[in-house]
């Protein structure tokens, strides 16, 4: 039975840490979520990145529960067939280098377990960033991210961090030298307002990274596992990533970080200098191979690319007809409208209107659907928003 009252009861005993939607959430399958009123809504967030086959899959539901009655807890000092099930099966999808995994429970410590093994196995301690990236808000993690408001009162950061702006040339060869651990990348930048970069560029930090005899770490938290289109987004360009932070989707919603490397360079970290007491949970691990299959199985990783391409196309078509649109762009399933204006008011109508939507920064609307999310579904977003779109410039562009 649904709790009753739950808004008012986390209200009253939860952090106020998150900027809240007025919704509770009860339900979901596929692209769709249900309210505690039984109301539906198309999820254009699909739980900031982490839903990628679509809610409360069956088959997903089915290995979380077998698993469940067998074993639940499982530390990473013993064997276990879930995990190795589950690392096997990564191994046929992730790129053949990196060939050495380590599993968390976060994005946050994905990226702190690379921080580490590149200082590491390359024995130095500059690590660079890019403006505007987000890696995550554990302190490692953010040192690496770039946004003031989340950084300001938190410092002094660890220690060696640069950060270099978005696609310059003359910046990445300045500052990319011999004493160079690391070059963060996210393929395409999510937080920071979905900023795809030129394949250029991204070339020239493999070529200038691998010349200082530094390593390329790409961050595909939010872009991995066929978020843009193809199973990771570096593929988009010609680079090859040393090690590469994965999260969110692979287990379907249940926690989860993931940090591979080649195996020369993830041992350079020695036995107990980084464990975390819950990486490589069995459930969790049943969860992975189980969304794994499905992404395979239903072919969602063309879905993207094909259903990406027709909601990219309308979102074009709603900045034709409305001036207050000032860019779209994205790659597969990872969308943003960039608008003349806060966005907040847009995103509580379309909740209004039986879309759920994310920003990223105050005048950026951005979409993560579900993998599975169809035509049909993304026409109802578009003409939910098209009817916002009109109000809002009724209201805010008088002629
Ligand atoms: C690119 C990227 N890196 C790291 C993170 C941090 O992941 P988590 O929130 O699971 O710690 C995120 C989360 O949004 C992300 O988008």
Redo the contacts with the bound molecule.
């Keep these: 039975m649904t709790y009753p009252n739950a808004r008012e009861t986390e209200e009253a005993h939860y952090a106020r840490y998150y900027a809240r939607k007025p919704v509770t959430i009860v339900r979901g399958r596929g692209s769709l979520l249900y309210d505690d009123n039984g109301g539906e809504y198309i999820d254009c967030t699909g739980a900031?990145g982490a839903c990628i086959v679509g809610h409360a899959h069956p088959k997903v539901a089915q290995a979380i529960s077998d698993q469940a009655k067998m074993l639940i807890a499982c530390h990473g000092s013993t064997y276990n067939d879930a995990r190795a099930r589950f690392v096997s099966r990564l191994s046929t999808i992730l790129p053949n280098h990196l060939n050495r995994l380590f599993l968390s429970n976060?994005?946050?410590e994905a990226?702190e377990c690379a921080i580490k093994v590149a200082r590491k196995s390359t024995g130095r301690r500059k690590i660079i960033a890019v403006k505007g990236a987000?890696?995550?808000k554990t302190h490692g993690?953010l040192s690496a991210t770039w946004d003031a408001k989340y950084r300001k009162n938190f410092e002094p950061l660890v220690p060696g961090f640069v950060h270099i702006p978005f696609d310059n040339h003359e910046a990445a060869k300045e500052t990319i030298t011999n004493d160079t651990a690391a070059v963060f990348i996210?393929p395409v930048q999510?937080?920071g307002g979905i900023r795809v970069p030129s394949k250029e560029w991204l070339s020239l930090l493999d070529d200038l990274v691998h010349d200082a005899g530094g390593l390329l770490v790409a961050?595909e938290?939010?872009t991995g596992f066929g978020r843009t289109g193809r199973m990771f987004a570096f593929e988009h360009a010609d680079v090859k990533p040393d090690i590469l932070c994965l999260?969110?989707g692979i287990a379907s919603g249940l926690p989860i970080g993931l940090t591979a490397a080649a195996e020369g360079t993830m041992s350079s970290l020695s036995v107990g200098e980084h464990t975390t007491t819950f990486g490589g949970n069995p459930v969790v691990c049943a969860a992975g191979s189980a969304t794994i299959n499905v992404l395979l199985d239903e072919g969602l990783v063309d879905n993207a690319a094909k259903v990406g391409d027709y909601f990219k196309t309308g979102l074009g078509q709603l900045m034709d007809n409305h001036k207050i649109v000032r860019e779209v762009r994205g790659l597969g399933l990872m969308l943003a409208a960039e608008m003349r204006f806060d966005v907040h008011g847009i995103i509580t109508n379309a909740l209004s209107g039986g879309v759920l939507v994310l920003d990223a920064g105050r005048n950026i609307l951005r979409f993560l659907p579900p993998l599975c999310i169809e035509t049909q579904q993304v026409d109802r977003v578009l003409a939910v928003l098209g009817r916002i779109l009109e109000q809002e410039e009724l209201a805010k562009l008088p002629s």
């Design positions: 900031y976060s994005g946050a990226v987000f890696h995550g993690a996210e999510g937080e961050d938290i939010q999260g969110k």
